[in-house]
């Protein structure tokens, strides 16, 4: 059946520091990849996609994500993290052959230290 | 910019209580979503339209109706709420490409607490 697992329940770094969110997705077909991003009390906002093409795919706030068909991953980065990125952050996978199907992980909370 | 709006934010019901979340979206698109969000569960789609008077069944029905009146609006329906229904409760639209390119926007949220 098609999954997505986000292994990390809870990620904290410090401001300034890299970040890497993992991702794994398990699906036959043509994935297509999200990462949402969910702000304190708000709903959940696109932050990048992933359509077949461009491994690499840029995001708002300088995020960016790696798709990996080898390893069934779209891990999430960023090269150094402010204390706004304080969130909790879905990858979510979208089937080819049920366009309405989106499934999502259970989301990684990204806690920034000072 | 697409937008999709939820009422009431927050909403106390009893145990066997009526209650009725509202969602409508502005952005013209053809399929609306209803999930819920619980710790440990991520998102879980309850019920989904791909137009007015369409409904179709989602991953967890169970307790749920849905109705939608028109193309913007979208009603999740509880008509004996249990405790096991409290949760955080997000609307969102879509329309939905070809290939899966189905980018979802979401409402922002309404907590619900059944006692």
């Known amino acids: 059946a098609q999954s997505v697992t986000q292994p990390d329940a809870r990620v904290t770094v410090s401001e300034g520091a890299s970040l890497q969110l993992r991702c794994k997705y398990s699906y036959f077909g043509t994935p297509y990849l999200f990462w949402y991003v969910q702000y304190p009390r708000q709903g959940l906002q696109l932050l990048l996609k992933?359509?077949?093409?461009?491994?690499v795919v840029q995001g708002v706030n300088g995020f960016e994500a790696e798709f990996s068909k080898s390893n069934s991953s779209f891990h999430l980065r960023k090269a150094s993290v402010h204390w706004s990125d304080w969130a909790v952050y879905f990858c979510a996978v979208s089937l080819d052959t049920n366009a309405y199907k989106v499934i999502f992980g259970k989301g990684t909370h990204l806690h920034v230290l000072p | 910019e697409a937008a999709v709006t939820q009422s009431p934010r927050n909403k106390v019901t009893v145990t066997g209580g009526n209650v009725t979340l509202s969602c409508r979206q502005t952005?013209?698109?053809?399929?609306m979503y209803w999930y819920r969000q619980d710790t440990g569960h991520g998102l879980r789609l309850i019920h989904y339209s791909y137009g007015a008077g369409n409904l179709q069944i989602g991953d967890v029905p169970d307790g749920y109706k849905a109705t939608r009146t028109t193309q913007e609006d979208f009603f999740l329906l509880l008509e004996l709420a249990s405790p096991s229904q409290t949760s955080l409760y997000f609307c969102?639209?879509?329309?939905?490409?070809?290939?899966?390119?189905?980018?979802?926007?979401f409402g922002a949220g309404t907590r619900l607490s059944v006692l």
């Open positions: 952005n013209s698109h053809n399929y």
């Open positions: 992933y359509y077949p093409g461009d491994p």
């Open positions: 969102a639209s879509s329309d939905v490409g070809t290939g899966g390119r189905n980018t979802l926007y």
